[in-house]
């Protein structure tokens, strides 16, 4: 079978048809799709889609372009286990990554893929991370035998032409692979070869495990990339802040999978706060990169949110829901026989009966939840009202501050500033977080996740922090860097924090602090805000007592921290910078 059909194949690129035509004689599909990008592109595959029972279109009255998807009931979070890093030699991947030599792995995938696509469409994905013409973006292809990752990378990344066009005759663009094989958690791999610039994922259907553009080559490989060419990969949401006076200043902030990205990055301002307003730039991921003023500039590399359903209400996250009225294709949630869609935590009423995220019946009697806890939304960009006018800027935007946090019941309080750049990276590579639904396994525990890229940091974890040390010269005017903690709750389990869009009152003190507006008090911690200073006003029944306790710094409970925290550092002792070593003895002696 000749893979470059005049008429069918778009890309004159000798490399890209030359790989595609080598992973075609492996996978050896009936039929080769060249993706365009374009609308009937996609609505043909919709119809396919709905046809073959992969999509439910939904009321288009209600909901149009929506389309709903349920996933195999193995395969709804991402798989860390089943996630390696192949560079030749073990410590280039380090000790919190699952490793397998190169050549190794390849020859197992090469085993996998053989003929997998059989009876089959092998559909080749072009696309962009980042603006097209920016020059932090980067091309991925993406070959694949889903539908379901067809759309769903159209909606999260700028698929289509666009890539091909960007890529001219280069040979630098990200090889990706993925092979759904028949969705066995026993036959799933999700393998990165960072000196490659390449990713093969192989029985799962999952988005963390199959869009490839995001995780793997964003995060994973983008972490490795960057290290070597002097930019910075994080999972991070960029957000933007614009005062009542038209002063506009943006936001970097790491969270851990499923602890608040997508709802702090489309926050919306309490009544009180008059005239302010929150851009969203990013949700998830953020590529930064020194700019020739001095500042740290970042982009947001992907075009859509994929974003955790449940709890997503008009209360919590107002943006998002207007976000995913149209366009947005739904996955895992409950469908109601009316063709829309629920899950626990929706505005409205409980409806009387709906399927559930498996299929089976469901009613407000039922045990089990409607949704699943990891159900997503793939919605574009383009929907978010709040979207940052610079969203599609190649040269990004400049970050005054960075911010750290995790989900933490105890110990972290609310908000404290670190006292410099160093202090701020061991702030980072400190966190610690309870698991969440995100991934396959233990569920509320805290472990430690650095800088909130413990899955998806693509090298050895202490040269990471390393290069985090090193950015620093590169950076003239270095982002203020902050610590927050949304989760923290008092002896009876209840929030100590209302959150969501009253954490706009942290956001205000940081912007300050940043802005040079506000003042701040020294703790053993970092810089706290003054009692006077943070905004509680119109927060109901929220008393200055109250404040004080999620502010509150119990110093057994950070010397039971600092044992936690010296876990991961013994981890990686061989590659841990000795700067780290030294910031653990200062708060030890702050203490
Ligand atoms: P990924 O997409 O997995 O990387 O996660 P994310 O960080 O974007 O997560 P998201 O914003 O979707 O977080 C969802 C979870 O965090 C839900 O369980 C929310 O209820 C909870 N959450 C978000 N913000 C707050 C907050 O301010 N306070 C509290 N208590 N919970 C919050
Ligand atoms: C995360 O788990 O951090 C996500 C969702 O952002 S996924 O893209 O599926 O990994
Ligand atoms: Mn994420």
């Avoid at 070959?143 to 909606?155: A, E, F, K, N, P």
């Amino acid at each position: 079978m000749s893979t470059c059909i005049p008429g069918t194949c778009n890309t004159k690129n000798p490399t890209v048809i030359r790989w595609v035509e080598a992973q075609a004689k492996l996978c050896q599909p009936d039929h080769i799709y060249w993706c365009d990008g374009s609308v009937a592109e996609k609505d043909a595959l919709t119809a396919e889609a709905v046809t073959k029972g992969i999509l439910v279109k939904l009321d288009q009255k209600k909901l149009p372009g929506c389309y709903y998807h349920r996933s195999n009931p193995n395969d709804v979070a991402r798989v860390e286990q089943c996630t390696y890093i192949c560079t030749p030699i073990q410590e280039e991947a380090g000790p919190t990554n699952n490793w397998m030599a190169p050549k190794e792995m390849y020859a197992k995938m090469r085993g996998l893929c053989e003929g997998s696509m059989k009876g089959r469409t092998m559909y080749v994905v072009p696309y962009l991370m980042g603006p097209l013409g920016s020059p932090l973006t980067k091309v991925g292809v993406e070959l694949t035998d889903s539908i379901y990752v067809v759309l769903s990378m159209r909606v999260m990344a700028r698929m289509g032409q666009q890539a091909y066009t960007q890529l001219g005759d280069s040979e630098d663009f990200n090889r990706g692979l993925h092979c759904m094989l028949d969705v066995n958690p026993d036959r799933r791999f999700i393998a990165h070869f960072p000196q490659d610039n390449a990713v093969i994922s192989v029985g799962s259907n999952y988005g963390g495990n199959v869009l490839l553009g995001k995780k793997c080559l964003a995060l994973r490989i983008g972490s490795y990339l960057g290290r070597n060419e002097g930019w910075m990969a994080e999972h991070m949401l960029i957000l933007g802040v614009e005062s009542p006076d038209g002063e506009k200043t943006y936001v970097a902030a790491a969270f851990p999978s499923a602890c608040g990205k997508t709802n702090f990055a489309m926050l919306v301002p309490p009544a009180h706060f008059k005239g302010w307003k929150i851009w969203t730039v990013g949700d998830d991921i953020a590529w930064m990169k020194p700019g020739p003023d001095g500042r740290l500039y970042a982009i947001n590399p992907e075009a859509g949110y994929f974003g955790v359903v449940p709890g997503t209400n008009s209360k919590s996250n107002p943006i998002a829901v207007k976000t995913i009225q149209r366009d947005t294709i739904y996955t895992n949630v409950g469908l109601t026989p009316d063709g829309d869609v629920w899950w626990e935590g929706k505005d409205g009423p409980v409806p009387k009966e709906c399927l559930d995220w498996r299929g089976n019946k469901w009613t407000p009697d039922s045990k089990e939840k409607a949704a699943h806890a990891n159900s997503r939304f793939a919605a574009p960009m383009a929907n978010n009202p709040s979207l940052d006018p610079k969203a599609d800027a190649p040269e990004g935007v400049p970050i005054s501050a960075i911010i750290f946090g995790g989900r933490r019941a105890d110990t972290m309080p609310l908000i404290y500033q670190s006292f410099n750049w160093i202090h701020g990276v061991y702030i980072g590579a400190t966190m610690g977080s309870e698991m969440t639904a995100a991934a396959v396994g233990g569920l509320g525990q805290v472990r430690r996740d650095p800088m909130a890229m413990l899955p998806f940091c693509g090298y050895n974890m202490g040269d990471y922090f390393r290069h985090w040390i090193t950015m620093r010269k590169l950076i003239k005017y270095p982002p203020r860097i902050f610590n927050v903690n949304w989760f923290r709750k008092d002896k009876d389990g209840n929030f100590l924090w209302p959150g969501y869009g009253e954490n706009m009152r942290v956001l205000k003190w940081i912007v300050d602090r940043c802005n040079g507006h506000s003042n701040a008090v020294e703790t053993q911690l970092g810089w706290v805000p003054y009692a006077k200073d943070f905004d509680l006003k119109g927060l109901a029944n929220y008393t200055p007592e109250k404040f004080n306790q999620v502010q509150s710094i119990n110093n057994d409970e950070w010397r039971r921290e600092l044992l936690l925290q010296d876990e991961l550092f013994m981890k990686i002792y061989t590659h841990l910078p000795k700067e780290l070593i030294f910031q653990r003895e200062l708060l030890v002696s702050r203490l």
